[in-house]
């Protein structure tokens, strides 16, 4: 995941993307105009990715007082528009340029309200169709708990490409604490596992190219008693380390991002590169592999290359169908044979052709 670092209130007010604070009215109360927020898909159209953001109304905005969604990608502002306030919560709807991960904040004249960092998608499908997808609240984050043990969400893309893994460690002021977990995707094997028994393009069409992965982390008894700096760092195959990090204080308050403090509720977390660990790259090569072994049943196994080319071809799709129509037919053993061999034999020469044609890497307009 790509790590987003928040505006601050100079660079959004250098742009001019916020007017300058007017300070306080006389008499006014200081309560903000607005918490939590909400970003959903206003529109599902595959050809263009709309969003509606909602927020709670603390109070109504008073006579002149403006209210400013702002758009940001990275560090550059995409976009901005005016929130509009009826009795009960506050609405803004704006179009996202395009798939990639985002952050929407709420500005009171020069003075931050509330963010939601979210990803927008369009992901291949293998029936050819484009899924939109959107998923707020997607930047890592702490949930602390009085009642039951806190715990970190982090949300990654999976694709059919490899059975991904990743192993995690927890790190304090500079020291490794100890491992906080490891897991392989089984993404591949159980898309390439139903492309194989397919018969129908409408199941195809339930069968995702890539997959939003919410990972779940539990913080350890001891660490919320602990102040100091503590970092969550994830370890990925073929991936760039990350360190999802945060601060504890003597009295035990939750320090993340966006000067967020909690003692119990949900803060976002700082994201910066993660230096080698020789004990994470030990915990990756040990998750056992379960890879997809379709080649020893049937006449032409299903690989991620054909899993790329069947989103790029109707032509293809149709051949892999008619296939494992063939292959069942003969309960999916080829040395029973099959009614038409010629048939097949042609069907699997076409399609072997067209996956190298097709079955290339992701084009950057393909990746969510």
């Not at 918490?35 to 206003?42: G, I, S």
């Not at 905005?61 to 990275?74: N, Q």
């Not at 702490?142 to 969400?153: Q, Y």
């Not at 491992?179 to 195809?204: F, T």
Request: hydrophobic letters at 40%.
């Amino acid at each position: 995941m790509r790590a987003l670092a928040s505006i601050s209130l100079a660079a959004v007010l250098a742009i001019g993307c916020v007017p300058p604070a007017k300070g306080p009215r006389p008499g006014a109360a200081q309560t903000a105009v607005a918490t939590e927020l909400t970003v959903e898909l206003a529109s599902k159209a595959q050809d263009r990715i709309s969003i509606v953001a909602t927020t709670n109304v603390e109070r109504h905005p008073y006579p002149g007082e403006k209210i400013i969604a702002v758009l940001t990608r990275g560090e550059r502002v995409v976009k901005q528009v005016d929130v509009a306030f009826d009795a009960v919560r506050g609405r803004a709807k704006l179009d996202v340029p395009g798939p990639g991960t985002y952050r929407l904040e709420l500005w009171d004249e020069g003075r931050f309200l509330v963010g939601n960092t979210f990803v927008a998608s369009q992901l291949p499908m293998l029936d050819g169709k484009r899924k939109v997808e959107l998923h707020q609240d997607a930047a890592p984050r702490l949930v602390a708990k009085r009642e039951s043990p806190s715990e970190i969400i982090w949300q990654h893309w999976d694709a059919v490409d490899a059975d991904e893994a990743f192993a995690a460690e927890w790190w304090h002021d500079g020291k490794r604490v100890g491992p906080a977990g490891a897991k392989r995707s089984d993404l591949q094997r159980e898309v390439l596992a139903r492309v194989q028994n397919a018969e129908r393009l409408e199941a195809l069409g339930l069968l995702p190219a890539w997959k939003w992965v919410t990972e779940t982390f539990t913080l350890p008894d001891t660490l919320l008693r602990s102040a100091g700096h503590w970092q969550l760092r994830i370890y990925r195959d073929d991936h760039p380390a990350i360190a999802l990090g945060f601060e504890i204080d003597e009295q035990g308050v939750v320090h993340g991002t966006q000067k967020q403090t909690t003692r119990e509720g949900s803060v976002e977390l700082e994201v910066t590169p993660a230096p080698p660990s020789k004990d994470a790259a030990r915990q990756l090569a040990k998750l056992p592999r379960t890879k997809f072994e379709a080649a020893k049943k049937f006449v032409l196994g299903v690989t991620p290359a054909e899993a790329r080319a069947l989103v790029r071809s109707g032509v293809l799709r149709s051949q892999r169908l008619r296939l494992n129509v063939l292959s069942h037919q003969q309960g999916g053993d080829p040395a029973m044979g099959f009614k038409d061999d010629g048939e097949t034999k042609q069907l699997v020469a076409a399609m072997q052709k067209l996956i190298a044609q097709l079955g290339e890497p992701w084009s950057d307009a393909e990746k969510p």
